[in-house]
């Protein structure tokens, strides 16, 4: 099973219209959230990070964390088609390997 | 833009031939990791070296090899190619092994027919 689920798989949007993303650990030593976008035949670019409980906003892009179900969230308001692309989520465990553990994306389509 | 630099973008070969992918970071990170995203975009570490020392290999078969000549270069060689191995090879680094903001490469697709 893999330690980092993201949902929805896929998802459109209305230009202007609000895109919610999840993504969730099953992985009590996670400590750390990030999302990372990549567009179509793009490399992987680091979007957001979260350490803390709570939200962080960056413009139009939000992300919550809630530690003790370690789900994490993005939201995208007043999205634009140049958001449309895959969103990944990853966790990291600062016991043991140092390493990030990415999930399957989530890919957001915004129509225009 | 880019400081993550792989070469070749494209490979295409034929089952049981060896392959080379070469990567090089100019941002002076030390260091620097192999990924393989394969058709469904799951992105999974295969190597993570740092200055030049291997500190994780995940579980991949024993026909890729990693190397580094320093902290800046990092090339990846498949011997004896596989159909599965068909994906996109992203290169990444860091600023050091607690750092998780990580830089990527464009990638190397390869083909094996």
């Known amino acids: 099973q893999q330690k980092v689920q993201q949902s929805p798989e896929s998802l459109i949007v209305p230009e202007g219209g609000m895109a919610s993303l999840n993504c969730t650990s099953s992985d009590r030593n996670v400590d750390y959230f990030w999302w990372y976008r990549q567009h179509s035949g793009k490399s992987p670019k680091m979007l957001m990070s979260i350490f803390s409980n709570g939200e962080k906003e960056e413009g139009r892009f939000t992300v919550h964390l809630n530690k003790a179900s370690l789900h994490t969230s993005l939201h995208i308001r007043d999205s634009q088609p140049s958001d449309s692309a895959l969103y990944l989520c990853?966790?990291?465990?600062?016991?043991?390997?140092?390493?990030?553990?990415f999930g399957s994306g989530t890919q957001l389509t915004v129509m225009p | 833009e880019t400081a993550v630099f792989q070469t070749p973008n494209y490979h295409v070969t034929q089952v049981g031939n060896e392959v080379s992918f070469n990567c090089k970071q100019t941002?002076?990170?030390?260091?620097m990791y192999w990924y393989k995203q394969d058709s469904k975009k799951l992105l999974k570490i295969m190597f993570s070296y740092n200055n030049k020392q291997l500190i994780v290999n995940e579980t991949v078969p024993r026909r890729f090899s990693p190397q580094s000549s320093d902290k800046a270069h990092l090339n990846l060689r498949i011997k004896s190619v596989e159909p599965e191995d068909s994906a996109v090879y992203l290169c990444a680094s860091s600023l050091d092994r607690f750092s998780y903001e990580q830089y990527f490469g464009p990638g190397t697709r390869l083909t094996v027919l």
């Open positions: 990853a966790a990291s465990m600062t016991s043991g390997s140092w390493q990030l553990i």
């Open positions: 941002l002076g990170h030390d260091t």
